[in-house]
């Protein structure tokens, strides 16, 4: 488990300069994540490989846990980016599900770096790391998108909630080599469709086709 070695507020950038600094340190961790297991991290080596001070890379990540906790935050943020700029295509559920399965692919792509993030991101608490609430949140717009929930309802929310649990449930269950892919993806989607049915978006599609 991943020690939290300082609570502090960790800095924001407010620069381009700054912006491309944790950008960069953001690169590194992910390239040496995806190297070795979290333990064997060294945040020296992320200063060295990112080319910023170890005074630098502590700014912004005070402990490994931020960092890698920080790194999911931004892989999501990009998932958000690049759901926005694609057309997508079925019903709410077929949607979210497309989401998730894509989320799955691309983290199981790379096991050391996934393990990483979910250790840190498990072991983080949300009021010490603000990027823990960042991801929570990411993802609980980008499903919302995907769904087509403009105004979602508190029930709404609460399933999608406990979606995500589930989402990272089967996630965690491939990391650790407890479920096979396909079986991985199945279970996905039966979560996705008896959860989903109970959202505006599925409801609504529903009273639409009947009425």
Known sequence: MPRIA???????????????????????????????????????????????????????????????????????????????????????????????????RALLSRPELANAMMKSSNAANATAIGDVSRIDNTMRDVLLQAAGIEAPTQDDLAILRVLLQAWGGILAA?????????????????????????TSAVAGREARRTG
């Open 174 to 198: 491939s990391l650790n080599g407890r479920l096979a892919l396909a079986d991985a993806e199945s279970d996905l989607r039966l979560a996705c469709q008896m959860l989903m049915a109970g």
């Open 6 to 104: 300082e609570i502090r507020a960790a800095a924001e950038p407010s620069s381009p300069e700054q912006h491309a600094r944790q950008l960069r340190i953001l690169h590194a961790a992910e390239e040496l994540g995806s190297e070795t297991d979290l333990d064997h991290v060294q945040m020296h080596e992320v200063a060295k490989r990112a080319g910023v001070a170890i005074g630098t890379l502590y700014r912004y990540f005070p402990s490994k846990t931020h960092l890698f906790v920080g790194v999911m935050s931004y892989r999501i943020e990009q998932m958000g980016e690049a759901l926005g700029r694609r057309r997508l295509k079925g019903d709410p559920v077929d949607r979210v599900f497309d989401v998730l399965v894509r989320a799955n």
